[in-house]
């Protein structure tokens, strides 16, 4: 156990409507990272916030947005969604950001399949 | 454009022999790189990384190696283990970046 938590793990929704998901990191890990898993691809950095503020973005579709929130939760919210958004979305987290950030702490992804 | 490559999308290795994972990466200012292993239903796990000072790191049966100059790192698995059968991730950031960098996995399986 990480101490990553994800939820929803599975969603089946349909072409055009928005979903959001949620992340809690480890507990006094102040950064967030988010990260795409389409089929047979690696995992695509979206995008990080560390103690509520964006520090990086991917390549995060202007479709999608993020925000981290005053208890470190963060979510990812994904509109308009399209058959190729079906994919394994990924947080983690870590203590720090820049340098030395050190290794990230995986949730166990939340499956999103678009109908 | 794919700053890190695991240009093996599979390996199989038998039971007791070594494994070894490539991944070569084309940004130079990459200086800290990582192995994410990950099971299936289940998110990536840290497994062992290296800083670009040094060449080698060593954590019991897993040993990384870093070739700079050539931009290539890769993972040893001495002796291999059915328990190892997954996929691995090489990553890859920067002293001054945020990101960081994942290849497309190399999937083991070692054969009891």
């Known amino acids: 156990d990480s101490g990553v938590t994800q939820t929803p793990k599975h969603l089946i929704t349909a072409t055009g409507q928005r979903v959001t998901l949620r992340c809690s990191p480890r507990?006094?890990?102040?950064?967030v990272y988010w990260y795409q898993q389409s089929l047979d691809q690696g995992l695509q950095f979206l995008i990080q916030y560390y103690n509520g503020e964006e520090r990086a973005k991917g390549n995060i579709l202007e479709r999608f947005s993020a925000q981290q929130f005053p208890d470190l939760h963060s979510e990812l919210n994904l509109s308009s969604l399209e058959l190729g958004d079906s994919a394994l979305y990924f947080c983690?987290?870590?203590?720090?950001?820049?340098?030395?950030?050190?290794?990230?702490?995986f949730g166990e992804g939340s499956r999103l399949t678009v109908l | 454009d794919q700053q890190v490559k695991q240009n093996s999308p599979s390996l199989s290795v038998q039971e007791g022999r070594i494994s070894i994972l490539n991944c070569d990466y084309t940004n130079s200012m990459f200086d800290y790189f990582l192995w994410y292993k990950k099971y299936p239903a289940e998110g990536p796990t840290f497994l062992i990384s290296?800083?670009?000072?040094?060449d080698k790191n060593e954590d019991g049966r897993f040993t990384v190696f870093l070739n700079k100059s050539a931009k290539h790192l890769s993972l040893h698995i001495v002796p291999s283990q059915p328990g190892d059968s997954a996929v691995y991730f090489c990553?890859?950031?920067?002293?001054?970046?945020?990101?960081?960098?994942f290849g497309t996995g190399t999937s083991l399986t070692v054969i009891p």
């Open positions: 983690a987290s870590s203590v720090r950001t820049g340098p030395n950030t050190g290794e990230l702490f």
């Open positions: 507990s006094g890990d102040l950064s």
């Open positions: 990553a890859a950031s920067s002293y001054t970046g945020n990101q960081f960098y």
């Open positions: 290296i800083s670009s000072i040094k």
